[in-house]
C-alpha cells in the first residue's frame, strides 16, 4: 500500500457521524452539496480517503474498524447514496479495499489480512461495473471500459470486453 494521493479530498468521520448515520462529513469534505456542478474528472484525479476517528467503548475490543456494525452501516448509507463512490477512492492507498471490506462480508486473517465472501464479493464487483461503467460514460470520462475494469482487476476479477458490450446494449438510468 502507498501513501495517499497529494491532494485528494479526506472525509473524517467519527462516533457522532457514525451514529447519527450523517453524510455531511462526506458532503463537507467533497463540497458535492455545494457544487454539484463540480467535475467528476476532479474526484478522479484527487481521490477520495477516509480518516475514521472512532472510539470503541471497549478499548481492549480487537476487531478491525469494517467488523464493527455502525461503522458498516454508514457505509452502506453512504454506498446507496454515492453508488459510484468506488471508482472514486485512494485505491493507491488503500482505500478500494477498505471500502470493499465496509460492504462485502468478510473474515479476518492473521495470515492472509481481509478474506472476503467469495460470491458476496462478486455480486458486489458485478453490481459496481454496471454502476461504474455507467457513471463514467454518463460523465463523459474517457475509457470508461477501461477504469471500470481496472477497478474490478483491483479486487481480483477480470472483465472481457464481451461483458462490457452486453451491458452496452442495455444501459443504465442515469445517475
Same mark, same amino acid.
Given at each position: 500500500? @502507498?501513501? +495517499? ?5 479526506? #472525509? ?8 447519527? *448515520?450523517? !453524510? =455531511? ?41 469494517? @467488523?464493527? +456494525? ?5 457505509? #452502506? ?8 463512490? *468506488?471508482? !472514486? =477512492? ?86
Amino acid at each position: 500500500m @502507498e501513501s +495517499p494521493n497529494e491532494g485528494r479530498f479526506d #472525509v473524517v468521520i467519527d462516533n457522532d457521524a457514525v451514529r447519527r *448515520l450523517d !453524510l =455531511s462529513p462526506f458532503d463537507n469534505a467533497i463540497e458535492i452539496t455545494y457544487s454539484p456542478s463540480a467535475e467528476p474528472k476532479e474526484f478522479l484525479v484527487r481521490t477520495i480517503g477516509f480518516t475514521i476517528n472512532y472510539t470503541r467503548d471497549d478499548p481492549h475490543d480487537p476487531r478491525e474498524l469494517s @467488523e464493527f +456494525p455502525d461503522i458498516r452501516l454508514w457505509f #452502506v448509507r453512504l454506498g446507496a447514496t454515492y453508488p459510484w463512490l *468506488l471508482v !472514486l =477512492s485512494d485505491w493507491r492507498a488503500g482505500e478500494l479495499a477498505r471500502y470493499a471490506a465496509m460492504l462485502v462480508p468478510h473474515k479476518m486473517s492473521m495470515r492472509m489480512g481481509v478474506a472476503f465472501n467469495p460470491e458476496a464479493l462478486e455480486l458486489f464487483i458485478m453490481k459496481k461495473v454496471f454502476i461504474v461503467n455507467s457513471w463514467l460514460k454518463q460523465h463523459g470520462i474517457s475509457k470508461p471500459r477501461l477504469k471500470t475494469s481496472d477497478m474490478a482487476r483491483m479486487l481480483g476479477f477480470g472483465i472481457g470486453d464481451e461483458f462490457f458490450d452486453l451491458i452496452d446494449e442495455h444501459p443504465l438510468d442515469s445517475f
